[in-house]
């Protein structure tokens, strides 16, 4: 079970201190993740699900209406609060595929993780990825039963990925962490 303080440094406190936790892990273990069977069989399969989800989306229209209102609304649905939603784990995951995190200090009431072309993480926190507006749903008719059955394809891989990482990481020593 994982110990209280690295719980706390995964999952509570300030958004910052969750993505400098994120960072540390990456240093830490990154490469030797990456020469992990289990964890790059899992994290492949994770990568297609959110490939063929992207897909989906712009090939159904939402990916650009969801820019269109985030960018205009200000946020729309990716408001301040949701960037809580965020983790060490997911931030991890997002580093190992090479996506450059930053926290955008200018956002307003909108989430700091929200770029100009949208979210800028694949790998979104699971709160995010579960919700879709009436406007979505209206826009999407019967493509919706897709959308949501590759939606849950995601949050099954992604849910897969973060136990193998919480696994490794409870094998880490303090001085690995820094
Ligand atoms: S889900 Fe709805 S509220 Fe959220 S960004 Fe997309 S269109 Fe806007
Ligand atoms: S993390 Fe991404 S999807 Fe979630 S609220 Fe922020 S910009 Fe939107």
Same mark, same amino acid.
């Given at each position: #079970? ?7 440094? +995964?999952?509570?406190? =300030? ?6 936790? %994120? ?5 830490? !273990? ?7 069977? +289990? !964890?790059?069989?899992? !994290? ?16 159904? %229209? /939402? ?7 985030? +960018? ?9 609060? /949701? ?7 997911? /931030?991890? /995951?997002?580093?190992? @595929?090479? $996506? =450059?995190?930053?926290? @955008? ?18 790998? =979104?926190? #699971? !709160?995010?990825?579960? &919700?879709?507006?009436? =406007?979505?749903?209206?826009?999407? %008719? ?6 949501? *059955? ?8 992604? &849910?897969? $990925? ?6 490794? +990481?409870?094998? *880490? ?6």
């Amino acid at each position: #079970m994982l110990p209280p303080h690295l719980f706390q440094q +995964i999952f509570n406190g =300030k958004i910052p201190a969750r993505l400098n936790f %994120g960072r540390s892990l990456h240093t830490a !273990f990154g490469p030797r993740l990456m020469q992990d069977r +289990i !964890f790059t069989g899992a !994290f492949d399969t994770l990568r297609q699900a959110a490939d063929t989800l992207s897909q989906n989306m712009a090939g159904t %229209g /939402m990916g650009r209406q969801c820019v269109a209102c985030s +960018i205009n609304n200000p946020g729309g649905c990716c408001s301040r609060e /949701m960037a809580g939603e965020t983790d060490a784990l997911q /931030m991890l /995951m997002n580093l190992l @595929a090479g $996506v =450059k995190i930053d926290i @955008a200090e200018d956002k307003g009431e909108a989430c700091c993780f929200l770029g100009r072309e949208g979210c800028t993480f694949t790998f =979104k926190p #699971m !709160f995010c990825l579960n &919700y879709n507006c009436d =406007k979505i749903i209206t826009h999407l %008719g019967p493509a919706r039963s897709e959308l949501e *059955l590759m939606a849950g394809r995601l949050l099954g891989s992604q &849910y897969e $990925v973060e136990k193998i990482l919480l696994a490794r +990481i409870e094998q *880490l020593t303090e001085s690995e962490i820094g």
